[in-house]
């Protein structure tokens, strides 16, 4: 996955967001040369799916995560987080104001999705539960997160004579699990619900046997005036 964070930073977070469990850990040692033990931590990926909101700064704990805006369509690597309740805010870059303003609640050695999805003016979080499945032999895993807030409910298919459908009547907001799929260059085609009427047509989507992937539909199918972020696809390895 691309990566907005440095190495040092993400090195610093870390630092910070699992500071407090660090120090009520070895504060409690009673023994000269005992070590601590190991600090619980889940896994978080962030995504910027709001399609009419600006680039923006992450903030965990009052912390600032990212090291340059957040702009749509970014996303980052897994990051280390500590367990338990977390406070976000999503704030104009350099700004105290909020655009979003929530607390997650992590669990020990998950993975978890949080994406910035809705309009601006009703941005929130949405946040998917990563379950790690193992393709079956010579296949490829792939799941859909339907981030279009403007978009009917969808149906999708890899098609061809090897084609298969991945999912019906998916609105909004939701996703789907992880569904074996066959690999190579594939076509994927997204339809409205219960038609015919082909929304989003994806060409030459390659798949690598025992690969996971995330299928992304996005952006705004009716754009408002000087909006460019039309209704769009978009494929990210999740391992």
């Given at each position: 996955?691309k990566s907005?964070?440095s190495n ?6 870390s ?11 070895t504060?409690?040692?009673?023994k000269?040369?005992?070590a601590?033990?190991p600090t ?6 962030l ?5 009419d909101?600006?680039?923006f ?13 957040f702009?749509y369509?970014?996303y980052s690597?897994?990051l ?6 977390r406070?976000?805010k999503?704030?104009p870059?350099?700004?105290?104001n909020?655009y979003?303003?929530?607390t997650?609640?992590?669990k020990?050695?998950?993975?978890y999705s ?10 929130e ?9 193992t393709p079956a032999?010579g296949?490829?895993g792939m799941?859909?997160?339907?981030l279009s807030?403007d978009?009917?409910?969808v149906?999708v298919a890899?098609?061809?004579t090897t084609g ?6 998916l609105n ?8 074996d ?12 619900t219960g038609t ?6 994806l060409s ?5 046997a025992?690969k996971s992937y995330s299928?992304?539909l996005r952006?705004?199918q009716?754009p408002?005036t ?9 494929v990210?390895t999740?391992y």
């Amino acid at each position: 996955m691309k990566s907005f964070f440095s190495n040092q930073f993400i090195n610093k977070t870390s630092l910070i967001l699992l500071s407090l469990f660090s120090f009520s850990l070895t504060s409690c040692l009673d023994k000269e040369g005992e070590a601590p033990e190991p600090t619980p931590v889940a896994y978080v990926t962030l995504y910027h799916g709001a399609p009419d909101a600006p680039e923006f700064d992450i903030l965990v704990d009052n912390q600032r995560l990212n090291s340059q805006p957040f702009k749509y369509n970014n996303y980052s690597d897994y990051l280390r987080f500590s367990t338990g309740s977390r406070k976000f805010k999503f704030t104009p870059v350099n700004a105290a104001n909020s655009y979003v303003d929530t607390t997650l609640t992590f669990k020990e050695n998950k993975l978890y999705s949080v994406f910035a999805v809705n309009r601006l003016q009703d941005m929130e979080v949405l946040v998917v539960s990563d379950t790690v499945m193992t393709p079956a032999a010579g296949k490829a895993g792939m799941r859909i997160i339907h981030l279009s807030p403007d978009a009917p409910a969808v149906d999708v298919a890899t098609t061809g004579t090897t084609g298969t459908s991945i999912t019906t009547n998916l609105n909004f907001k939701e996703h789907t699990l992880f569904k074996d799929v066959a690999t190579g260059n594939q076509t994927i085609q997204i339809k409205r619900t219960g038609t015919n009427e082909v929304l989003l047509t994806l060409s030459d989507v390659a798949l690598t046997a025992g690969k996971s992937y995330s299928l992304l539909l996005r952006g705004f199918q009716t754009p408002p005036t000087g909006n460019t972020n039309i209704l769009s696809g978009q494929v990210v390895t999740n391992y």
